[in-house]
Structure formats: structure tokens, C-alpha cells
């Protein structure tokens, strides 16, 4: 049985006010996706850190179509 792993986006807000997100367990940019939403609400962007797992190289999938 094969599991996937758990996608979260972290935002932790300091006693100052500032934010920080932080995704786990994307792959490639699709943690950029996924967390767009949040940055925009947030307002400005003043540090970007990239993770090990932003540089993996997301795998393709093909589908094949065939017609009877």
C-alpha cells in the first residue's frame, strides 16, 4: 500500500505581527500555487526561502486515450 504525503501550509504570525508561511511536502513550484492565495492576502512579500523539496523535479504523468 503506498501513501501519500500529508500537504500543509504553515503560517505562523510573531508578537510583532509578522508572517511567515511556510509549505511542506509539495514538490517543484506547485508550493507557490498553493500558497499564492495566502501571500496575496498577507500583503507584501519581503523574504522568499526556497526548500530542498521546491527543487525536486516533479515527475509527469502521462495519460494515454485509446478509442475502441
Not at 503506498?2 to 511536502?25: F, R
Not at 525536486?56 to 486515450?65: A, F, L
Amino acid at each position: 500500500m503506498k501513501t501519500t504525503a500529508s500537504k500543509i501550509i504553515e503560517i505562523v504570525v510573531s508578537p510583532t505581527g509578522q508572517t511567515d508561511v511556510q509549505t511542506k511536502g509539495f514538490t517543484g513550484g506547485e508550493c507557490r500555487e498553493a500558497s499564492r492565495f495566502v501571500e496575496e492576502a498577507l500583503g507584501q512579500k519581503i523574504e522568499e526561502k526556497f526548500t530542498a523539496e521546491f527543487h525536486q523535479v516533479v515527475p509527469e504523468q502521462h495519460v494515454i486515450h485509446q478509442s475502441a
